[in-house]
């Protein structure tokens, strides 16, 4: 005859409100976790999916995630000249943020350098890989764009050739992939009107030059396009990725390129590390503390209901101590009731947890070594929390039985 | 009758005062009740309200320890003034059986399972445990109702499920607080003659607290209590052990 599971019929319907709400509580701390475990997932997912061996940024930089880095896009020529390495690509990184069916859209863009790089190693939920150079995008599902639609960014139209999901910023914006000239022309994109006025300027301050009044012909450059111009640099990228050869030594190649008084070079789990200590570590603190707080308010809360749920019954526990129950029946009684609210709790968090974390804005990422560690943790306060009732279990007088 | 051919006591209690509370909210509950319940003694405990009476028995019962004096079961000394000489719940669970005079059922078992967690607490397996359980609320007439919970009977029926339970251990002692008041007057007499039987068949000392002065013929000797002292009163027409 199991006393825990009989009361617990007595009184099914409190018992059940109980563990729902217990049950709740207990989600919301495996929320934490999991938007946690998403966080970090999301913030090296990058680094992981690119896979590139060695980054090369500007020079004391720590680029291209957690800040900006600038460097010139020739810079992939000076890193495949140097011995052992197999590939160098392009790599441009920025943020933009447009409205877009009256709401809101960041979109973070990332450059594929072209015709090296066609998307080939994004994972696709649908659609293909970039198949030309120019007006195509690959959209990840949390931009809300379906395949075949089309998006206008600075001058020009892109359609949505392929889709991925869960390719997320470490800033939790949705990636949109183009080649390197149509993320460079998203983000330098620069208004008619800017650009006339620029060409104005040009022309006056060449006319301050004496060179000028030497060899008028240099002033009629001014209206060409900048990309014609040698004086005018670049657009810049953001990186240069590195793919060592095999065999080869991506130390001796990090040391040769390290010497280069314009850049830092970095390996991937540098990258990784660089958002992990810097852009993470707060996030992960403040959640940490949280999930804590969490966790102890659900174990003052769990006592408070194993208290109650005692005191409730305190008259039959001292029947029972009156007609020689031992201690052990006593104990076993509230414990197992105790474990009983754990257990259903967690079930509850459980399953509520996997019908309602899709939905949360941030990814979700329940892992088993999480869930394994809190219900540790769950039956860990299960337990503590019985104390206070068993305590007073045991303290009471057979004697209450008569009154 | 010789001394030594008399049966040896079941219950024997030398002295025991209680007192309630201290300083001018001090009660003498109780004060040098001294009684002794050879094994096939059935005792009628008379005595107006607030006399004493369940004082004195939950005292014998091992449930409210006296201030002084002391308790002897079967001849061993279990309570000392307030000091137990052993495990007082197990020898409740082993040698006790107590009737309330509220009937004082666990709200959240069925009536069998009232009667069946006593003999389980005892170390029965629950089939046994079951029939002895089924056997005695037969006996009592509550076998119908054996799966209803205590809070969908009669308080008569309560108190049958409640003696059932006080008898299942066979105990070698039985204390019961005024255990017919809730029954009519056929049950009540039922009640007592089943006391009776069980005293005579298990060699068990019984105590009996009542009102019911039709069914005084059952007993072997009848004590009254008045203002926490105990006397013994009327004799019944022989001494228990002259009837066997
Ligand atoms: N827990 C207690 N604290 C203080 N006084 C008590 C307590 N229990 C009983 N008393 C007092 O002790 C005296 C004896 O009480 P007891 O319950 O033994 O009487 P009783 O003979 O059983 O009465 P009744 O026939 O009404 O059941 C009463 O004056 C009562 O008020
Ligand atoms: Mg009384």
Redo the contacts with the bound molecule.
């Keep these: 005859m199991n006393l825990a599971i009989k009361d617990i019929r007595h009184n099914v319907g409190r018992f059940a409100l109980t563990t729902v709400g217990v049950g709740m509580l207990l989600m919301v701390v495996m929320g934490m976790g999991g938007i946690y475990r998403g966080i970090i997932e999301d913030a090296t997912l990058l680094i992981d999916r690119v896979g590139a061996d060695l980054w090369i940024v500007q020079r004391d930089t720590r680029g291209p995630f957690a800040e900006i880095s600038r460097v010139p896009p020739n810079l992939v020529h000076r890193a495949l000249a140097v011995p052992g390495v197999q590939s160098a690509r392009e790599f441009v990184y920025h943020t933009v943020q447009r409205e877009r069916d009256g709401k809101p859209l960041r979109i973070a863009i990332l450059g594929l350098s072209w015709p090296t790089d066609k998307g080939e190693w994004i994972p696709l939920t649908a659609g293909r890989p970039l198949a030309q150079s120019h007006f195509e995008m690959i959209a990840d599902k949390t931009l809300g764009l379906a395949l075949g639609e089309k998006i206008t960014l600075g001058k020009e139209t892109y359609t949505v050739v392929g889709t991925t999901s869960s390719m997320i910023s470490s800033s939790g914006d949705g990636l949109g992939f183009f080649s390197v000239a149509d993320a460079l022309a998203i983000q330098f994109d620069v208004p008619g009107e800017a650009v006339r006025l620029e060409r104005a300027a040009r022309e006056t301050r060449g006319q301050r030059r004496e060179l000028s009044a030497k060899l008028p012909s240099l002033l009629e450059n001014v209206v060409k396009p900048a990309a014609e111009l040698p004086q005018i640099a670049r657009p810049q990228v953001s990186a240069v990725m590195v793919t060592v050869a095999p065999g080869a030594s991506s130390q001796q190649v990090t040391n040769i390129i390290s010497a280069w008084g314009d850049v830092s070079v970095f390996s991937r789990t540098g990258q990784r590390e660089l958002l992990l200590k810097g852009t993470v570590e707060k996030v992960k603190r403040q959640i940490g503390l949280f999930r804590v707080l969490l966790t102890l308010i659900a174990a003052v809360i769990m006592a408070l209901i194993l208290y109650t749920m005692t005191l409730d019954k305190i008259h039959s526990i001292a029947l029972l101590k009156l007609i020689g129950a031992p201690n052990t029946t006593i104990l076993g009684l509230i414990l197992q009731q105790a474990l009983i609210l754990g257990t259903m709790g967690y079930g509850v968090a459980y399953v509520l947890g996997r019908q309602v974390f899709p939905n949360f804005p941030r990814r979700v990422i329940l892992t088993d070594g999480d869930l394994l560690q809190l219900a540790a943790i769950v039956l860990a306060i299960s337990i503590g929390s019985s104390l206070l009732g068993i305590w007073k279990a045991l303290k009471v007088s057979p004697n209450e039985a008569l009154s | 009758m010789t001394k030594s051919a008399a049966p040896p006591l079941a219950i024997e209690t030398r002295q025991a005062t209680k007192i309630?509370?201290s300083g001018n909210t001090e009660?003498v509950?109780?004060l040098d009740a001294s009684m002794q319940v050879r094994q096939g003694e059935v005792i009628a405990l008379l005595?107006?309200?607030?006399?004493?009476?369940?004082?004195?028995l939950t005292a014998v019962g091992l449930i409210n320890p006296p201030t002084s004096g002391q308790i002897l079961i079967g001849g061993r000394l279990v309570l000392d003034g307030p000091t137990a000489h052993g495990n007082l719940r197990t020898f409740r669970r082993r040698h006790i059986g107590f009737i309330f005079?509220k009937s004082n059922l666990i709200p959240f078992l069925t009536a069998l399972e009232n009667v069946q967690i006593a003999l389980q607490l005892n170390g029965e397996t629950p089939r046994a445990a079951r029939r002895r359980s089924l056997e005695l609320m037969d006996y009592l007439g509550v076998s119908d109702r054996a799966d209803n919970l205590p809070s969908a009977l009669s308080g008569g029926q309560q108190q049958r499920v409640a003696i059932a339970r006080a008898l299942a251990n066979r105990p070698s002692v039985l204390l019961a607080?005024?255990p017919t008041a809730a029954l009519d007057s056929e049950r009540g007499r039922q009640v007592m003659e089943l006391f009776a039987q069980v005293a005579h068949e298990q060699s068990a000392g019984v105590i009996v607290?009542t009102h019911d002065h039709r069914s005084l013929d059952i007993f072997d000797a009848i004590y009254e209590?008045e203002d926490?002292k105990m006397q013994r009163q009327l004799q019944n027409s022989q001494a228990a052990t002259d009837t066997r």
């Design positions: 309630y509370g009660v509950a109780m005595g107006p309200s607030g006399s004493g009476k369940s004082t004195f005079q607080d005024e607290v209590m926490g």
